[in-house]
């Protein structure tokens, strides 16, 4: 069985450098892209942000149109500076999903559920100079420690949405958030691609991600360069 997930001809209308293009131009503009990981592991679609972009309406979309449990995908520096421990000291989930425990910002939220409470805790672990001191546990907010060879390493979302960031010239730093059908299953196939019609999104995969950064470089960073000429 083949490793692509299922999407649409109509998501694949356009060459991959094409949607590449359009969705890192997206990603500096604030706006959602949609990843999708291999049919034989999560199989899902992610809603990504680049997090230096991200914007209430947007989260807003994220905790409507998705599951809810928004992620945000940070390195081990970011995540050693804020002082983050796994969320467990013994991670034995199907695809190791490096969750640490989450956070709320320490000032400036309220309940910390909000659209606006979260991308309040998100800019707050981002900021430049960022430490623990400014944000609290448990919160509302779950980071994740990609790898450090992205989707190289590991194939997927939390490091496909650190390379993707990276790949448009921002910090690395995203949000994502697993698409959903209004039933409260996950999307696929052809729902996401109805779904990326109706809010004019760009669809990527892991794997053509991953076959992108092996051509061009050893890894995302590498590649930004060539993507950005």
Known sequence: MSSVPYLP????????????????????????VILMDDYDRENEADLIVAADKLTVPVMAQLIRDCSGIVCLCLTDEALDNLGLPPMVPRNQSRYST?????????????????AADRVTTIRAAIAPGAQATDIVSPGHVFPLRARPGGVLERRGHT??????????GLRPAAVLCELMNPDGTMARGTSVARYAAEHGLVALTIAELADHLQRTGADAAAAAAQVAA
């Open 9 to 32: 001809p109509d998501l694949y209308a356009q060459p991959f450098e094409m949607r590449l293009a359009r969705a890192l131009q997206h990603l500096r503009l604030g706006r959602p």
């Open 159 to 168: 490091e496909g949405s650190v390379d993707l960031a990276v790949l448009a």
């Open 98 to 114: 490096a969750f640490t425990v989450s956070i709320e910002a320490r000032e400036g939220v309220s309940t910390g559920v909000s």
